[in-house]
């Protein structure tokens, strides 16, 4: 029982905090997939590192997706110019 939530705190440390320079991808969330499939039995860090790859992967196209949108203006009603009043 301590060994699964061992597993579980060191995956989601390792998914949920922020990355400094970029989201990580297939080995990052791979490796952190294994080692808590690991943990929970034999057999289970293959599915943990496949499961944690395709997550891995998620994160890193939803990161360059909003990286490369267009930035919108924090209050977008002070761009708009006011019709005058009838």
């Known amino acids: 029982m301590r060994s699964i939530l061992a597993a579980t705190l060191l995956a989601l440390a390792l998914g949920v905090s922020p990355a400094l320079a970029k989201q990580g991808g297939c080995l990052k969330y791979g490796a952190a997939g294994a080692v808590a499939g690991h943990m929970v039995g034999s057999g289970h860090g293959v599915a943990g590192a496949a499961a944690g790859c395709a997550l891995g992967l998620h994160e890193r196209h939803k990161a360059e997706k ?9 209050n977008p009603q002070s761009q708009r110019q006011d019709a005058p009043a009838h």
Do not use: E, K, V
Request: glycine share 0%; no cysteine.
């Open 66 to 74: 909003q990286d490369a949108a267009p930035q919108q203006p924090a």
